[in-house]
């Protein structure tokens, strides 16, 4: 696995973690960005300065992050067996290593609330809007969740809101209670043509605005990281759950077998602590 590889049993019950879904993001976008310098925020944290590239367990929303609060985070793209950060015991993984924390629970989110870990959800798109039974099924998985319409895909300036309230969330916890955050950032999803400037809702959305939404997130991206990490070192993932597609081979969306869907970019770091 390139990049930083820790010992995941030295890292749970010591760091706070965050898992950051950039939803619906392309890799070939997203590399695209990062190779032209357009993302400056995001490529100070990248290991080598790039992003990897891997296969998303889903093809949509939901089905991507059931199999990732399940310890399946998305695949290096490129032959295994790949050890994976976390799993649940049972006998005969092949993807269970030494340095693979085990949990004994039937998730990875409620594996870390065992530990003595305080589980936030910060949703984004609809999968997360708790307005329904459907909507309710991943939020439900942590001890505390938070969605509003600020947050959805249909605000401009959601990722802002999101992160003023994760802010607000870290502020408010004793600062010896260790922190699994979860943030679902719909930004990238359609609708997103009004993030590339001049753009009108009859241009639809593209890969341009799906590009333009990416710097959008970026340019606040820092703000994240600095509440994440304000408390004490945090080890951070930063991935697509899935791609989408723009009209590629005839395609358009999501929930489709097309390499444009099944290949995301996928990075995991460690961001400092106080000084």
């Not at 760091?15 to 879904?21: I, R």
């Not at 039937?106 to 910060?122: F, I, N, S």
């Not at 697509?240 to 081979?249: F, I, L, N, Q, R």
Request: glycine share 10%.
């Amino acid at each position: 696995m390139p990049g930083v590889n820790p010992d995941m049993n030295a890292v749970i019950g010591h760091d706070d973690l965050l898992l950051v879904t950039l939803d619906t993001l392309r890799y070939d976008v997203a590399a695209e960005l990062l190779a032209a310098g357009r993302l400056p925020n995001l490529a100070r944290h990248l290991p080598g300065g790039e992003w990897e590239k891997r296969h998303a367990p889903g093809n949509f929303t939901f089905a991507s992050h059931q199999a990732m609060f399940a310890g399946f985070l998305p695949t290096p793209a490129e032959p295994g067996p790949h050890p994976r950060l976390f799993a649940a015991r049972f006998e005969g993984s092949e993807t269970t290593a030494p340095r693979t924390w085990v949990y004994d629970t039937p998730d990875l989110v409620t594996g870390l609330a065992a530990e003595g870990y305080r589980t936030v959800c910060l949703g984004g798109v609809g999968f997360f809007d708790k307005r329904g039974p459907m909507g309710s099924v991943l939020p439900g998985y942590f001890q505390e969740s938070h969605w509003s319409p600020e947050f959805s895909v249909a605000a401009p300036a959601s990722f802002e809101a999101q992160v003023a309230k994760v802010e607000e969330i870290v502020a408010a916890l004793p600062r010896e209670r260790r922190l699994f955050l979860f943030v679902n950032v719909s930004a990238l999803h359609q609708p997103n043509w009004f993030h590339l400037p001049g753009a009108t809702r009859a241009d639809g959305d593209s890969r341009a605005t799906h590009a333009a939404a990416l710097e959008y997130v970026d340019r606040h991206i820092g703000r994240l990281f600095a509440a994440a990490s304000a408390r004490r070192r945090c080890w951070a993932i930063v991935c697509s759950d899935h791609g989408t597609a723009y009209g590629d081979d005839g395609y358009t969306g999501h929930r489709l077998g097309h390499e444009s869907v099944w290949t995301v970019p996928y990075a995991q770091f460690f961001l400092g602590g106080p000084a």
